[in-house]
C-alpha cells in the first residue's frame, strides 16, 4: 500500500461520506494511516530498545560521575584524618 493509494481511499472515503471543506483532516489521517502501515513492528521494536540502551548509557554514565564524587570525597577525608593523625603523633611525642 503506497502513500499515493492511502491519499485516494481517504478522498473516496471523504467524497461518499459527503463531508466537504475536511481536506485537511482527512490528508493528516491518511498521512498518519501511512506511517503506520509503513513502519513494522519490528522497526518499532528496534526503535524502543535502542532508546532504552540510551538511557541505560545516561544514567550508568551518571551512576560512575557520583561514584567519583564519593571517591573523591572518601580520600579527602581520608587524608584530613591521616594528617590530623600525624599532628597528634607529632605534639604527642
Known amino acids: 500500500m503506497d ?4 491519499r485516494e481511499n481517504a478522498k473516496s472515503v471523504d467524497t461518499a461520506s459527503g463531508r466537504t471543506g475536511n481536506m485537511e483532516f482527512w490528508q493528516s489521517w491518511s498521512d498518519r494511516n501511512y506511517l503506520v502501515h509503513t513502519y513494522s513492528s519490528f522497526q518499532i521494536k528496534r526503535l524502543y530498545h535502542t532508546l532504552l540502551l ?4 545516561v544514567y550508568t554514565f551518571k551512576i560512575c560521575c557520583q561514584f567519583q564524587l ?4 572518601a ?3 581520608l587524608t584530613i584524618f591521616l594528617t590530623v593523625l600525624s599532628v ?3 605534639c604527642w611525642r
Open 75 to 77: 580520600i579527602n577525608f
Open 70 to 73: 564519593f571517591l573523591f570525597v
Open 54 to 57: 540510551a538511557l541505560d548509557v
Open 3 to 6: 502513500k499515493n493509494s492511502v
Open 88 to 90: 597528634i603523633a607529632f
